[in-house]
C-alpha cells in the first residue's frame, strides 16, 4: 500500500523559516517526479514545487527565490525548505508525484503564517 506521510508543520512568523518532509512507502519514489501542492482554505490545491530524479526543480513563481525542493538522502523522502514565509503562503501542504496520483494524497500538513 503506498503512502505519502508529511511531517508536521507549524506556526510561523512572517519572514521565518519551516522545513516539511514527506516519507513515502509502499513503491520506490525516487525515479518519479514529486511535488509539493497546497490549499489554502477557499482555494483550489495547486502547485508548488516539483523535482525530478535528476534533481532538477522547478517552482511556482509565487515561492520560486524562497523555497527549496529536494530529496533525501533516503530515496523515497522529499523535503521542502520554506525560507521568507508570507502570510499567504498558509495552506495545508501535501506532497504526491508530480503528476499527482489521486490515491497517493495524504492528510497533508498545515502551515500557518502569522503576520
Known amino acids: 500500500q503506498v503512502q505519502l506521510v508529511e511531517s508536521v508543520g507549524g506556526l510561523v512568523q512572517a519572514g521565518g523559516s519551516l522545513r516539511l518532509s514527506c516519507a513515502a512507502s509502499?513503491?520506490?519514489?525516487?525515479?518519479?517526479?514529486m511535488g509539493w501542492f497546497r490549499q489554502a482554505p477557499g482555494k483550489e490545491r495547486e502547485f508548488v514545487a516539483t523535482?525530478?530524479?535528476?534533481?532538477?526543480?522547478f517552482y511556482a513563481d509565487s515561492v520560486r527565490g524562497r523555497f527549496t525542493i529536494f530529496r533525501g538522502n533516503t530515496e523515497n523522502t522529499v523535503y521542502l525548505q520554506m525560507n521568507g514565509l508570507k502570510p499567504e503562503d498558509a495552506a495545508v501542504y501535501y506532497c504526491?508525484?508530480?503528476?499527482?496520483?489521486?490515491?497517493?494524497w495524504g492528510q497533508g500538513t498545515q502551515v500557518t503564517v502569522s503576520s
Open positions: 504526491n508525484t508530480n503528476p499527482p496520483v489521486r490515491a497517493y
Open positions: 523535482i525530478w530524479s535528476s534533481g532538477a526543480a
Open positions: 509502499g513503491r520506490t519514489f525516487s525515479t518519479v517526479p
